[in-house]
Every structure is written in structure tokens, then in C-alpha cells.
């Protein structure tokens, strides 16, 4: 047992320890994630205009609202599970685990998108005000499935403390793989799906290789031969809340684009979409201190060591206040001449 707890604190960290790299980091990932999103709307809006950024935006909503339901919150019960394990045969146990997650999110993903498949024509209609405009929503219903598995994937490498590696599945690196595909079909000419082709295909290629290293993550130094199994029904009880907890609020992050969509043009909801992404920067400390915590929480409360959440908890408050106080101050002094 103490080598167990050994060897999950040097996958786990104390906070104190490394906070202030991994969270800067985090950050700088995170800030080039945006900073990247922004150029690519602007890119979209100089070659198609507001109506092609808000078929992206589209695009975007649907997977992401569809792939989080998809996924039935199995990304947050990765890293939970994830976050606490050591020995070869809980290890054994967490990839039985992160296979049937697999398993579960490809008929549920596959569900989805044969839904939105069929769906495409009609939801062009009500969300973009023309009917010719439903191969967006075709490319969506192909991207749900990657995405759903790259969801629960991606969680999972965050769980083992693999942070930037996380960052980059999760962000910086479905824009950047998506760069070079948008540069060849916009000189290709190939309309207002380049930049929906271009992220379609990095989904795809970031989900496939997420799950090989996943898979090289959890396995073990040892081959075990009858692993632990999670039932279905517990691994349900302990994804469904987190379902209905983070499900919801990403659902309430890109919800309001298809609401949008219902009451205005595309142009607009471009017009919305871009105004979104240049206010996303001030959202990324929070962002960065979670994405660092929130593994070691599920470390320490697996491992009942309550004083170290306790401090845990009250340092990652007092960092955030410490790092979004001088960029607020930043923000308020150059909104007004940049925004003209």
C-alpha cells in the first residue's frame, strides 16, 4: 500500500510544488488555443463573411452539445478513476473501465449523429434559413463520435497527470492540425465547409491517436490476468452526475449559438461568435487553475487525505486571485482602444 501511494504522488503532485509552472503552462496552452480560434473566425470571416462563421459556430454547437450527452459524462469519470491508481491490477481495472466507456459513448455517439443525419435538412432551415446549407449538419453528424471519444480520451490522459499532453488533445492541437487542412482547401476553393472540413478531420485524427495513448498509459508493467471489472450500472452512477453537472454547463456555453441561430441570421450569429472568442481570454485563469486541480482533488479525496484538500482547495483560490487580478486591470485598460 505505501508503494501504491508512493507512486501515485509522484503522478499526482502536491499543489505547491509545481503550481505555478504547470499552471502557466496551462495557460499558455490555453491562451494559444483561443488566440488560434480567433485567428481562424477572422480567417472565416475575411473569406466568407459573418454567414461562415456562424455555419461554424453551428457546426461546433451541435458536436459539442451532442458529443458531451454522448459521452454520458464518462470524461469526468476517467479522471476520477484515473487519478488514483498505481498498482498493475487497478490499472488493469481502469482500462477494463476506459474500454466499456469506449463502447457505451460509440452507440450512444453513433445514436446521436444518425439523429442529427436526418435531421440535417429541416436544421438548416430553422437554424441558418436555408435549406441548401445542410451538409453543415451532415459534417457535424460524422465529427460527433470522434468527439465523444476524444471527450472521455482526453480526460482520461488528464487524470494520470499528463496536463500539457491533455491541453494539447483537448486544445491547442485540433487547431493547430486543423491549420494546414483549412490553408489547402481554402487555396482548393472549396467554399464555406473548408474550415468545418478542416476541424472534422482533425478530430478524427486527434480521437484515434488519444485512445493509442491512452491505451499505452494504462498498461500495465505486468499482464494481469482476471483484472477488477466495473459493472455498467456503477459506472453510470458515478458518470450520470457528472453528466448532468458538466454536461449542462458546456451545454449552457454553446446553446445559446443555436438560440441564436432559431431568432437571427448566420450573419449575426457570426457577428456573436467572433465578439465570444475575443472575450474568451479573460476566462482562461480559471480554466488553466482547474484543468491543474482537478485531477489532485480526485487523488485526495480517493485517498481520504482531507487536510491536503483542504490547503488544496485554498491555495488554487488564492493563485487564481493572485493571476486574474493584473489581467482584469490589462483588459479594462486596452478594452475600450481595441474594441475602437
Known amino acids: 500500500m505505501q508503494n501504491t501511494v508512493e507512486e501515485n504522488t509522484e503522478i499526482i503532485p502536491p499543489l505547491q510544488s509545481k503550481t505555478v509552472k504547470v499552471v502557466a503552462n496551462v495557460f ?6 483561443v488566440l488560434l480560434a480567433v485567428i481562424l473566425h477572422f480567417t ?19 458536436i459539442t452539445i451532442t458529443g458531451l450527452l454522448a459521452s454520458f459524462g464518462f470524461g469526468n469519470a476517467a479522471l476520477k478513476l484515473s487519478g ?11 482500462q477494463s473501465a ?18 442529427v443525419l436526418f435531421s440535417a435538412q429541416k436544421m438548416s432551415e430553422v437554424f441558418l434559413d436555408d435549406p441548401y446549407k445542410a451538409p453543415v449538419f451532415y459534417c457535424s453528424a460524422l465529427a460527433i463520435l470522434p468527439f465523444a471519444l476524444l ?53 478524427l ?13 494504462l498498461k500495465p508493467a505486468e499482464e494481469v490476468e482476471h483484472p477488477n471489472s466495473i459493472s455498467i450500472s456503477n459506472l453510470l452512477k458515478l458518470s450520470l452526475p457528472m453528466l448532468m453537472s458538466k454536461g449542462l454547463l458546456w ?36 480554466y488553466s487553475i482547474n484543468v491543474y486541480v482537478a485531477p489532485r482533488i480526485a487523488y485526495h479525496f480517493q485517498q481520504k487525505r482531507l487536510k491536503h484538500l483542504e490547503k488544496l482547495t485554498k491555495d488554487s483560490v488564492r493563485y487564481s486571485v493572485w493571476i486574474l487580478a493584473p489581467i482584469m486591470i490589462i483588459l479594462a485598460i486596452v478594452a475600450k482602444p481595441v474594441l475602437g
Open 28 to 33: 499558455l496552452l490555453k491562451s494559444c488555443s
Open 44 to 62: 472565416i470571416d475575411h473569406f466568407y463573411g459573418p454567414e461562415g462563421v456562424g455555419a461554424f459556430g453551428l457546426y461546433m454547437s451541435v
Open 84 to 94: 488514483a491508481v498505481g498498482s498493475d491490477q487497478e490499472l488493469a481495472s481502469v
Open 98 to 115: 476506459y474500454n466499456m466507456m469506449l463502447r457505451l459513448t460509440s452507440v450512444a455517439a453513433g445514436v446521436c449523429a444518425v439523429f
Open 151 to 203: 471527450e472521455v480520451s482526453s480526460e482520461m490522459i488528464r487524470g494520470r497527470g499528463k496536463t500539457n499532453l491533455y491541453m494539447i488533445f483537448k486544445e491547442t492541437g485540433l487547431w493547430l492540425a486543423a491549420a494546414p487542412v483549412l490553408i489547402f482547401l481554402l487555396v482548393s476553393q472549396y467554399g464555406y465547409l473548408s474550415p468545418i472540413v478542416s476541424h472534422l478531420v482533425a478530430v
Open 205 to 217: 485524427m486527434f480521437s484515434v491517436v488519444a485512445i493509442l495513448v491512452v491505451q499505452e498509459l
Open 251 to 286: 451545454a449552457g456555453f454553446w446553446i445559446d449559438i443555436l438560440i441564436a441561430g432559431v431568432f437571427m441570421g448566420g450573419a449575426d450569429i457570426g457577428i456573436y461568435l467572433v465578439l465570444d472568442r475575443i472575450a474568451a481570454f479573460g476566462k482562461q485563469v480559471s
